[in-house]
């Protein structure tokens, strides 16, 4: 297969065109300085390129505060972004890999999401996502829906290098620990985009590694995963205000995740070993 990488330059993108590599697929891998997506000439004429069979979206714009004032920008990227992708592919016959969140949901539930649930987002970010959803669902012929959520990995900010840097520069950390979620790998989400790739089962799916947290319980195993003897104290959200409301329990469930690929991510923690294993060879 030939695949096209766009958002490339990040850290998703970035894992997933090692993924695709390692299994010797050819991959052109895009960044956003060779391939703006809310441009739809310039997307149109890179497919018409490098003729690609799939496209994989990595593209986004994920700054969730920063959102709320400057939502026009969201939406270009994250909502008209995938619109110019979903109209090339449906011209070009291409397959769309579109990556999408699970702050397309209220976070009100409180049990695993699953795919067909109302989605129903909170803040400006989880609105972009949402259209570009919609878009996707109604313009590209044959897709793979994937929300994920919580991510972290090689090659770009997250909340672990956060969580590390924080712990460097202060005595105590507060965190927030009544908002729920699963976090996620990106080299296990990249491994399990190839798999729903080569499985030829179009839709929608939640990956993300096995297992529920709250952001305060995954710093404090980051911490432990460390050696790092930082105090840490739980908080509520009502206490850590941010300008973007987040969704209290946004934990995904993977059904038919098993039942197409033929298994599921590693528990969260195990993720977080072997992601802190790699960093210390960097």
Same mark, same amino acid.
Request: charged share 20%; hydrophobic share 40%; glycine share 8%.
């Given at each position: 297969?030939?695949?096209?990488?766009?958002?490339?330059?990040?850290?998703?993108?970035?894992?997933?065109?090692?993924?695709?590599?390692?299994?010797?697929?050819?991959?052109?891998? =895009?960044?956003?300085?060779?391939?703006?997506?809310?441009? =739809?000439?310039?997307?149109?004429?890179?497919?018409?390129?490098?003729?690609? %069979?799939?496209?994989?979206?990595? *593209?986004?714009?994920?700054?969730?505060?920063?959102?709320?004032?400057?939502?026009?920008?969201?939406?270009?990227?994250?909502?008209?972004?995938?619109?110019?992708?979903?109209?090339?592919?449906?011209?070009?016959?291409?397959?769309?890999?579109?990556?999408?969140?699970?702050?397309? @949901?209220?976070?009100?539930?409180?049990?695993?999401?699953?795919?067909?649930?109302?989605?129903?987002?909170?803040?400006?970010?989880?609105?972009?996502?949402?259209?570009?959803?919609?878009?996707?669902?109604?313009?590209?012929?044959?897709?793979?829906?994937?929300?994920?959520?919580?991510?972290?990995?090689?090659?770009?900010?997250?909340?672990? %290098?956060?969580?590390?840097?924080? *712990?460097?520069?202060?005595?105590?950390?507060?965190?927030?620990?009544?908002?729920?979620?699963?976090?996620?790998?990106?080299?296990? =989400?990249?491994? /399990?985009?190839?798999?729903?790739?080569?499985?030829?089962?179009?839709?929608?799916?939640?990956?993300?590694?096995?297992?529920?947290?709250?952001?305060?319980? @995954?710093?404090?195993?980051?911490?432990?995963?460390?050696?790092?003897?930082?105090?840490?104290?739980?908080?509520?959200?009502?206490?850590?205000?941010?300008? /973007?409301?987040?969704?209290?329990?946004?934990? =995904?469930?993977?059904?038919?995740?098993?039942?197409?690929?033929?298994?599921?991510?590693?528990?969260?923690?195990? /993720?977080?070993?072997?992601? @802190?294993?790699?960093?210390?060879?960097?």
């Amino acid at each position: 297969m030939h695949i096209l990488v766009t958002g490339a330059g990040g850290m998703l993108g970035q894992a997933v065109t090692r993924e695709f590599q390692g299994r010797n697929q050819t991959v052109t891998a =895009l960044n956003h300085a060779r391939l703006d997506i809310t441009d =739809l000439a310039a997307v149109k004429q890179a497919l018409a390129e490098y003729t690609p %069979e799939i496209i994989i979206n990595c *593209a986004a714009y994920t700054k969730v505060d920063q959102a709320e004032t400057d939502y026009g920008a969201a939406v270009q990227v994250n909502a008209l972004g995938v619109r110019n992708l979903a109209l090339a592919c449906k011209e070009t016959g291409a397959v769309l890999v579109h990556i999408s969140t699970d702050y397309v @949901f209220d976070g009100q539930k409180n049990e695993p999401l699953r795919i067909y649930d109302e989605r129903h987002p909170v803040n400006a970010y989880g609105r972009s996502k949402y259209l570009g959803e919609r878009f996707l669902e109604t313009i590209a012929p044959r897709y793979y829906l994937v929300r994920t959520s919580w991510l972290f990995g090689p090659g770009g900010p997250n909340f672990v %290098e956060t969580i590390m840097k924080l *712990a460097r520069e202060k005595e105590t950390l507060t965190v927030v620990d009544d908002q729920w979620g699963c976090p996620t790998y990106t080299v296990d =989400l990249a491994r /399990a985009l190839v798999c729903l790739v080569e499985s030829g089962c179009y839709g929608v799916y939640h990956i993300t590694n096995q297992g529920a947290t709250t952001w305060y319980r @995954f710093a404090r195993e980051i911490l432990a995963a460390a050696g790092v003897k930082t105090n840490i104290k739980p908080v509520t959200t009502a206490a850590f205000p941010r300008p /973007a409301r987040r969704p209290a329990y946004s934990v =995904l469930d993977s059904f038919p995740l098993k039942e197409t690929i033929g298994y599921l991510l590693p528990p969260w923690q195990d /993720a977080l070993k072997r992601y @802190f294993a790699e960093r210390s060879t960097d």
